[in-house]
């Protein structure tokens, strides 16, 4: 009995393990419009897995649970979905359950306990929570012998105990480190509504953004500010460059941190405002943005200024070095 053309297809894979629609096209004599429609058929049943992004996609067989053989509450399910996401080793992205499923089936972990225990997880973070954003300004006060800020928020932790970084949390690192713009976007889309509803909130009139220190090519910062658009006034923030570029995740120490900012952001602005909001990508000391906080205020710009962070850490301010 002749084989079908998604069989030779599946066979072919098996024995080179990775192949390109234009081996199988080539290999099995068929038109480049038909090998698409059967890869996109065995995409979809969860047969193949595809690898990279045009024109270098590769195709291979998938060997990860199925989702469908996973008993899961819809509830829980749902939760997972808004909650999860993950990059792979390779740079693959898995959003919600199916990222889920496979960081357990990647720790050997079973996946109907595993979701009772995150959503648990879930649960007790969320506590911190009003509003959807996680007040930080106590452990400011804690850290600093005067805080500059008036209120400072962030929108999620950057992690948490056991399961890692949060969907914010990932989504930060690897825009940031990868400057891809298509990433930037996804979480600039995210965030952008809590951002709204806070400048509605605070009656905020200006907004300034915590500028870089190292040069890359795409900048997360001013992409975040592009994609947010916002319609109100910006108070210019220039990070002046020395001898040597010292970034503040380098530093381990607060007051190294506390200098660090103080030497090298220049607010150079001078309208004022009545409530300002100040936006950086993370708080793991806090000393930015307190620094900057402080140097709009003493040129009597605000006497208002609310800071903003995408991620912080739960326990006080700690060092965040990856971002």
Same mark, same amino acid.
């Given at each position: ?48 897995? %595809? ?35 993950? =990059? ?45 954003? =996680? ?27 056991? &399961? ?17 713009? /298509? ?18 909130? &605070? ?5 300034? &953004? ?14 975040? /500010? ?49 409530? =300002? ?16 906080? %402080?140097?709009?205020?003493?040129? %009597? ?15 006080? &301010? ?6």
């Amino acid at each position: 009995m002749a084989l079908k053309t998604s069989e030779k297809i599946i066979n072919i894979i098996k024995a080179r393990k990775q192949v390109s629609g234009k081996y199988l096209s080539e290999a099995l004599d068929l038109g480049d419009r038909a090998i698409r429609k059967q890869l996109n058929n065995l995409l979809k049943e969860g047969i193949l897995q %595809k690898i990279g992004t045009p024109p270098k996609v590769f195709y291979s067989i998938n060997k990860e649970e199925k989702l469908k053989e996973i008993r899961i509450n819809k509830k829980d399910e749902k939760i997972i979905d808004n909650n999860y996401f993950i =990059i792979t080793p390779s740079g693959k992205i898995k959003k919600g359950f199916v990222g889920f499923v496979y960081w357990c089936n990647k720790q050997n972990l079973d996946i109907n306990k595993t979701t009772l225990e995150y959503i648990k997880t879930i649960q007790k973070y969320n506590k911190f929570k009003k509003d959807g954003l =996680i007040s930080g300004l106590g452990k400011m006060n804690n850290s600093f012998e005067k805080t500059y800020l008036n209120k400072v928020f962030y929108l999620d932790f950057y992690s948490i105990e056991r &399961f890692g970084k949060t969907k914010l949390g990932q989504l930060l690192l690897y825009s940031k480190q990868s400057q891809n713009k /298509e990433l930037i976007k996804e979480l600039s889309l995210i965030i952008k509504p809590k951002i709204d509803k806070l400048i509605r909130d &605070f009656d905020i009139d200006a907004v300034a &953004f915590i500028p870089p220190t190292v040069k890359r090519e795409v900048q997360l910062m001013k992409e975040i /500010e592009k994609n947010l658009k916002l319609k109100i006034n910006k108070v210019n923030l220039v990070k002046v460059k020395n001898e040597i570029i010292v970034p503040q995740k380098t530093l381990s120490k607060i007051k190294d941190r506390i200098k660090n900012a103080k030497d090298t952001i220049v607010v150079d602005y001078d309208n004022q405002h009545k409530n =300002i909001l100040l936006i950086d990508d993370a708080i793991g000391s806090g000393a930015t943005l307190n620094e900057t906080a %402080k140097k709009i205020k003493d040129l %009597k710009i605000s006497k208002n200024i609310i800071g903003l962070a995408i991620t912080g850490s739960f326990k006080g &301010f700690d060092v965040i070095s990856e971002v």
